[in-house]
């Protein structure tokens, strides 16, 4: 069985501009939560979808987006970049929230 | 809230032998789940082991065994037989098993970094 798969898994931005993470779950994982990691804060939750729905949100700021699609699919969204969204965005999708969850590569996005 | 506490940023450990990586946990819900993750250097989270805080036993998966106290708020991670491959980061993490404002919601640990020695 595939594992979760992130696209781009590297990407460069300039300050200002918006960018869009996708994110692939396992098949048959209807969850999907995103999570940011940062040397300074470490891993932080952003947010939690289930079946196109979001269930749990963490604490950062609107410029943070996200959405599900009907195939399970994610994509999350940061627009007016900074230079402080530099980091790794992890992807993870459990069959649904209180199962474990397995995790994709990461995109590791630099904001310049 | 849920917080967890990692008190070793750095451990070693010679190839072969056992090592325990600590890990306590601050939280008001009843039910919960304690998870161990490995990070290489690829920065792929490899998902090691789960701990229910009602399971009565201890987790184990191969080499990686969970020493869960309750009391003490404790879910330390032991390795057996250290291998080179081990060397990575490992952080603990919990989630509430009640649902509501936790759905989906890991809380991480600052981790832990293991250096295993040939």
């Known amino acids: 069985k595939a594992g979760v798969t992130q696209t781009p898994r590297y990407l460069i931005k300039t300050r200002g501009q918006q960018v869009t993470l996708s994110c692939s779950p396992i098949?048959?994982?209807?969850?999907v939560s995103w999570y940011q990691q940062t040397p300074g804060q470490g891993l932080q939750f952003l947010f939690e979808?289930?079946?196109?729905?979001?269930?749990n949100k963490g604490n950062f700021p609107g410029r943070f987006s996200g959405r599900q699609f009907s195939n399970s699919r994610s994509e999350m969204n940061v627009s007016t970049l900074e230079l402080g969204d530099s980091a790794l965005y992890l992807c993870?999708?459990?069959?649904?929230?209180?199962?474990?969850?397995?995790f994709g590569p990461g995109t590791r996005l630099t904001v310049t | 809230a849920q917080k967890i506490t990692q008190t070793q940023p750095g451990m070693f450990v010679q190839e072969k032998e056992a090592v325990t990586l600590d890990c306590t946990y601050d939280t008001s819900d009843q039910s919960y789940g304690l998870f161990w993750y490995k990070q290489p250097s690829s920065g792929e989270m490899i998902f090691l082991i789960y701990?229910?805080?009602?399971?009565?036993q201890n987790a184990t998966e191969g080499r990686y065994s969970l020493n869960f106290q309750k009391a003490r708020k404790s879910a330390n991670l032991v390795i057996s037989a250290s291998q080179l491959g081990d060397s990575a980061m490992y952080f603990c993490?919990?989630?509430?098993?009640?649902?509501?404002?936790?759905?989906?919601?890991?809380?991480f640990g600052q981790g832990t970094i293991l250096t295993v020695h040939p």
């Open positions: 993490a919990m989630r509430a098993n009640a649902g509501g404002t936790s759905y989906g919601k890991l809380t």
């Open positions: 993870a999708s459990s069959l649904d929230p209180h199962y474990e969850q397995y």
């Open positions: 701990q229910g805080s009602y399971d009565e």
């Open positions: 098949s048959g994982h209807r969850s």
């Open positions: 979808y289930f079946s196109e729905t979001q269930r």
